[in-house]
């Protein structure tokens, strides 16, 4: 790893975020930048005064605005005002970034306005939540969350052929095709799952989580419903299950 890029973690952990809690990264070099904003935890932001060594940041580049990743956002313009933020709707498709450029690749499914970006000169993609190692991605369809274009997104980012994968939680990966073609197949296991609950006769996600994840907490259980809805409209949009008052079926 080059020592003008540092992981400095934002210091949030839970069963959602892992263990050290939210990764960003910081570019260091002639336009210092950061990737993602943590949550505003003092000791990430001490953590990035440091490391910049007297240099101002000129730079933040937010993944989704889920709150996890764009939540620091107000403390870093607290402490660094001129701060440049590229986010979904930044006109320019490449930006320089400490001694590179990124390039941005909207990559929507988590988030309708998810963006990756991509090293132009190392070829390493910080992929925000588009994908990590050792688990999987919610897809949170009740709050916006699209499953069709989000594997749309890893067929995308596939065929740039990063170097590696940068993520927003969890450690770097290093054999991205690996992973991604890891992902797709996992996700048709699910959807061929959920089409086999939807013949036994079972109609609503909260029915068809038990079947498919087996025992859960409350909370995983909300999300593992909310990752069910997302296969369910997949398949609704491709005209093969339909919703009625009495909860969906397929065609």
Not at 42 to 57: C, K, T
Not at 86 to 93: A, Q, T
Not at 187 to 210: M, N
Not at 211 to 236: E, Q
Request: with cysteine; charged share 25%; hydrophobic share 40%.
């Amino acid at each position: 790893m080059s020592d003008t890029m540092l992981v400095l973690h934002a210091n949030n952990a839970s069963p959602w975020t892992g263990p050290t809690g939210n990764s960003t990264y910081l570019l260091r070099g002639r336009v210092p930048s950061l990737i993602d904003a943590g949550i505003g935890d003092e000791r990430h932001l001490q953590s990035i005064e440091s490391a910049l060594e007297g240099q101002p940041l000129v730079r933040v580049f937010i993944t989704h605005s889920h709150p996890d990743h764009v939540g620091g956002l107000v403390r870093i313009r607290e402490r660094w005002p001129l701060v440049d933020v590229i986010r979904f709707g930044y006109e320019d498709n490449v930006v320089e970034a400490g001694n590179t450029r990124l390039r941005i690749v909207h990559t929507p499914g988590h988030s309708s306005d998810h963006l990756c970006f991509l090293d132009e000169e190392s070829c390493d993609l910080y992929c925000g939540d588009l994908a990590r190692a050792g688990g999987s991605i919610v897809i949170p369809a009740s709050k916006g969350g699209n499953l069709r274009q989000y594997l749309d997104s890893l067929r995308r980012i596939r065929a740039l052929e990063p170097r590696r994968l940068l993520p927003g939680h969890g450690a770097i990966v290093d054999h991205p095709a690996a992973l991604i073609d890891d992902y797709l197949r996992h996700r048709q296991q699910r959807e061929d799952e959920i089409v086999a609950a939807l013949s036994g006769g079972l109609r609503t996600p909260e029915e068809i989580v038990p079947r498919v994840y087996g025992v859960l907490t409350p909370m995983l259980n909300a999300a593992a419903a909310d990752s069910v809805l997302a296969h369910l409209v997949k398949l609704h949009d491709e005209q093969r299950a339909f919703v009625s008052d009495d909860g969906w079926r397929l065609v």
